[in-house]
């Protein structure tokens, strides 16, 4: 839904799902007039990158739906009737690519599959989708894959067909358990397909359930905020992403702006104050800001990204990570598709990270979860007093080796990751 590595100093909804990796000696090709980063243009320590990066990362994304959300500033469009079947060709072909660049050990041990709304693919689609992932890309034995859905749009013969291709992990998009914020946010399900689609997932086998909501939508309160979240944790999830809305440009909530009727300071701090309450007392864990599960069932795609480890971004608008270069895909579904068959790369664009911004990266995006990141010499020198100004307003500690944001430091997190970036 979102994605961490693109939004780094923020709590907001992610593509998520989203980041990626690749090369081995022969290097990232030249691709429509960009000129790729070849073996010349890695760091140093690129065979050392490759070694640690032979069990990465895969994010698939379809970025199809039924509807637009007001909130959605998503690579996403509606269907509308249009033959999905191209696309998915080109997930294909774009995996055959990857392939022929990536080292031949490479292992995915984690296989994401976002959008949009995956579960709007036909149940062919969604099989040719995974035995085309398959053939072309080893996905290891013990992976976790997980598959986004949306509450109206998954049935019980959906779930058992995932269950069936591979998938062990479901995340439901279902936002809130509020009617009248769910038809405000532009959403097509209610409460109560929240609740079916849960079951029906149940029912089809899967025993590693996730569901996504967003906090501080238009018309909620505290009150209605704990109301939604008790019902949630009432379904038994394995795991809660809990994200603070965020208006985006290119939103129809940006748009609306000036008219929407949002939760003030105090309301979300009262809503923070309940989500700590609430899923401590049902056993949850805080393993990251936006991220509550049962011991042991943290998303081990999502800690890929906090951890700044590399990653394959397949389809349109995805984004890959590999050897400290970020290579970001275009975006237009139909350009995606048209680069594809010519034959080319599907490139928009790449990054190449100098050492130190990859530093800075991999500490902001640790950061995020209760782990924290590793605090090295090299760290304490580049920040120098800034952790100890964080330290004595008691957003962050350093503990032995280790930097961690406090308790107050989650509250205002993009507050301390705006000084360290």
Known sequence: MGSPAEEPVENVMSEDGTRNSPAENRGLPATNGHSGPDRHAVSSGAAASRQAANRIGLYVHVPFCVSRCAYCAFNSEPLAGRD????????????????ERLSRDTVFDTMFIGGGTPTI????????????????????????????????????????????????????????????????????????????????????????????????????????????????????????????????????????????????????CEMDRITARLTAEKGFIRYEISNYCQPGRECRHNLNYWRNRPYLGLGAGAVSYLEGIRLTNTTAADLYLEKLGRGEWPLASFEIMPPRARTRETVVMGLRTAAGARLTPEIREMYGDVLGRLADRELVEMEADRLRLTALGFRFANRVMAELV
């Open 121 to 268: 693919l036909p149940g062919r689609e969604l099989a040719r989708l995974f035995t085309g992932v398959r053939k072309n890309l080893a996905i290891a034995p013990d992976a976790e894959i997980t598959v986004e859905a949306n509450p109206n749009r998954a049935d019980r013969d959906t779930f058992a067909l995932l269950r069936e291709l591979g998938a062990n992990r479901i995340s439901i998009g279902v936002q809130s358990f509020d009617n009248a914020v769910l038809e405000k946010s532009g959403r097509s399900h209610s409460a109560d397909d929240a609740a079916a689609a849960v079951e029906a997932a149940r029912q089809a086998g899967f025993k590693n359930l996730g569901l996504d909501l967003i906090r501080g939508l238009p018309g909620e309160s505290p009150e209605s905020f704990r109301a939604g979240l008790e019902t949630a944790l009432s379904l038994a999830p394995e795991h809660i992403s809990i994200y603070d809305l965020s208006i985006e440009p290119g939103s129809a909530f940006h748009r609306r702006r000036e008219e929407l009727a949002l939760p003030d300071e105090e309301a979300l």
């Open 84 to 99: 999905p079947a191209p696309y998915v060709d080109g997930l294909i072909l774009d995996a055959k690519i990857a392939r």
